[in-house]
Antibody, heavy 122, light 107 residues
Framework: EVQLVESGGGLVQPGGSLKISCAAS????????MHWVRQASGKGLEWVGR??????????AYDESLEGRFTISRDDSKNMAYLQMNSLKTEDTAVYYC?????????????WGQGTTVTVSS | AVQMTQSPSSLSASVGDRVTITCRAS??????LGWYQKKPGKAPRLLIF???TLQSGVPPRFSGSGSGIDFTLTISSLQPEDFATYYC?????????FGPGTKVEIK
C-alpha cells in the first residue's frame, strides 16, 4: 500500500524549534519530490516547500513568507522526509501534510499523509 | 511568486447542479495547474493535474479546462460527497502557490 505517515508534531513555544518527519512506503521513494503543505485552522492550504530527488541535486524551494526559517530534507536510505522548523511563530500553528510528486511523469501531488499538528504557543 | 485568485469564494448548490469554479493566475502559467478537494479532517485529494487531466480514480463528473491565466473546474452534476472546499495550485515554477479556495456548500 502506498502510504505517507507524518509524525513529530506537538506543542512548542514561540521562538522554539521542531522537526517533523514523513515516512514513505509502498513506492519507489527516489522517483519522487517530497513536498510539505500546511493548513491553519479555518484557513486555506499553504504550500510550504519541497525537496527534489538525488538526480535533481536534492534541490529545495520554500514559500517566500517563511523567511528562511524552515528546512526540508530527505534520507533516501530510510524513505524519510523531514521538515525542520526554527524560530517558530504562533502563526505557524497548523496541520502539516507531507505529499509527493513524481519527478519524471506528468502529475500532481497524488498521495498525502494524514497530517501532524504543530501548535506554537506559550 | 505567482499569485492565484479564485472565484467565487463560496457557493451554495443543490445535488445535481452543475458547478463551475474559476482560478486566475497573475501571469501565464501555461497549463501548470492542479485542482484539489479538501474536506475537514481529511487530507487534500488531487482531482485534476496539468490543467485538464483527470487523476486516476476521480469520477468523470469532475473536469478542468484552461491554460495561460484562466482556468476552470467544473462538476457536471454535484453529488453529496462533493461538498467540500476546492483549491487550485500552480506548479509553473519552483515556487508553488495555492488559490484561496472555494467552499461548496449545500443549498
Amino acid at each position: 500500500e502506498v502510504q505517507l505517515v507524518e509524525s513529530g508534531g506537538g506543542l512548542v513555544q514561540p521562538g522554539g524549534s521542531l522537526k517533523i518527519s514523513c515516512a514513505a512506503s509502498g513506492f519507489r521513494f527516489t522517483d519522487f519530490a517530497m513536498h510539505w503543505v500546511r493548513q491553519a485552522s479555518g484557513k486555506g492550504l499553504e504550500w510550504v516547500g519541497r525537496v527534489r530527488s538525488k538526480p535533481n541535486s536534492y534541490a529545495t524551494a520554500y514559500d517566500e513568507s517563511l523567511e528562511g526559517r524552515f528546512t526540508i530534507s530527505r534520507d533516501d536510505s530510510k524513505n524519510m522526509a523531514y521538515l525542520q522548523m526554527n524560530s517558530l511563530k504562533t502563526e505557524d500553528t497548523a496541520v502539516y501534510y507531507c505529499t509527493r510528486r513524481a519527478e519524471w511523469e506528468l502529475g500532481g501531488m497524488d498521495v498525502w499523509g494524514q497530517g501532524t499538528t504543530v501548535t506554537v504557543s506559550s | 511568486a505567482v499569485q492565484m485568485t479564485q472565484s467565487p469564494s463560496s457557493l451554495s448548490a443543490s445535488v445535481g447542479d452543475r458547478v463551475t469554479i474559476t482560478c486566475r493566475a497573475s501571469q501565464d502559467i501555461r497549463n501548470d495547474l492542479g485542482w484539489y478537494q479538501k474536506k475537514p479532517g481529511k487530507a487534500p485529494r488531487l482531482l485534476i493535474f496539468a490543467g485538464s487531466t483527470l487523476q486516476s480514480g476521480v469520477p468523470p463528473r469532475f473536469s478542468g479546462s484552461g491554460s495561460g491565466i484562466d482556468f476552470t473546474l467544473t462538476i457536471s452534476s454535484l453529488q453529496p460527497e462533493d461538498f467540500a472546499t476546492y483549491y487550485c495550485l500552480q506548479d509553473y515554477n519552483y515556487l508553488w502557490t495555492f488559490g484561496p479556495g472555494t467552499k461548496v456548500e449545500i443549498k
